[in-house]
């Protein structure tokens, strides 16, 4: 071997330079074009029922970015264990049917289960109790989290949940937290449910929305937090719309 840094230089163009040194530069260059142009990654936390998916894919719109239903993913994989009767503390059984489990969504967004379109399944009253108890399960958030940071690192995306500002994207460009009472909250998912055929009552929804919160906020790994640096918006007297705009002019950006 030689170093062509021995060499004598060469002048070209004005510039002095060595061949070591326009490979370097090449090689930088080429890391430069790989590289994603404006990438960036939104995160919106929150607890259940304060509009955060919503939000979320009108802003995907507007931002021309992805966007990742972060909560349809539990949702998806509560579905497939309840299916098979297996139980949040069979985790045996449970990483099996991780390893046999594809999630993935189509062109519209909805769920798909193994190439077909579970939508509605995933959102039923039997799974929203349960999801909060699959959720906690250490080795499905590790999986999701690991599919959740595959996507957000190739494509810009915004991302809602519980848990990406503080663990799935701690260094996400933009971070919000949002907040609602709880009463409104229950109003606003009962609405949403009668409108989907489903038949529970608003003391039902709000209880459940009560328990999601303490396990979703209590759990070891992930628990639902806000992030030091998340912004919080408070959307009790917000309509969908207005939260959308208020987050818009802060991230002030087309990806």
Do not use: W
């Not at 999630?103 to 190439?115: K, M």
């Not at 500002?165 to 606003?188: C, E, M, Q, S």
């Not at 802060?250 to 990806?255: D, G, H, N, Q």
């Amino acid at each position: 071997f030689y170093s062509v840094d021995k060499q004598k230089p060469r002048q070209k163009r004005g510039f002095l330079f060595y061949k070591s040194d326009l490979l370097s530069f090449l090689s930088y260059i080429c890391v430069l074009m790989s590289e994603p142009k404006n990438h960036i990654v939104i995160a919106i936390d929150g607890p259940s029922g304060t509009g955060k998916s919503t939000t979320a894919k009108m802003l995907s719109k507007n931002l021309g970015i992805t966007y990742l239903d972060t909560g349809a993913m539990y949702r998806a994989i509560t579905f497939v264990a309840m299916s098979a009767g297996v139980t949040p503390s069979d985790k045996e059984a449970l990483l099996s049917l991780l390893q046999k489990t594809v999630i993935d969504f189509d062109s519209n967004n909805q769920v798909l289960i193994n190439g077909f379109c579970q939508e509605s399944a995933i959102r039923s009253p039997e799974v929203s109790e349960q999801v909060s108890y699959y959720s906690a399960v250490p080795e499905i958030r590790s999986a999701l989290t690991a599919k959740q940071r595959e996507i957000g690192n190739k494509h810009s995306c915004i991302l809602d949940g519980r848990d990406i500002g503080t663990v799935v994207f701690p260094n996400a460009a933009f971070k919000f937290f949002l907040v609602t009472d709880l009463k409104v909250r229950a109003a606003r998912r009962y609405a949403e449910l009668i409108g989907q055929g489903k038949q529970v009552t608003l003391q039902e929804v709000e209880e459940n929305l009560r328990l999601r919160d303490s396990i979703d906020s209590s759990r070891e790994v992930a628990p639902l937090l806000k992030a030091p640096d998340a912004i919080e918006i408070d959307t009790t007297q917000l309509s969908i719309q207005q939260q959308v705009e208020k987050i818009q002019a802060i991230v002030s950006v087309v990806a």
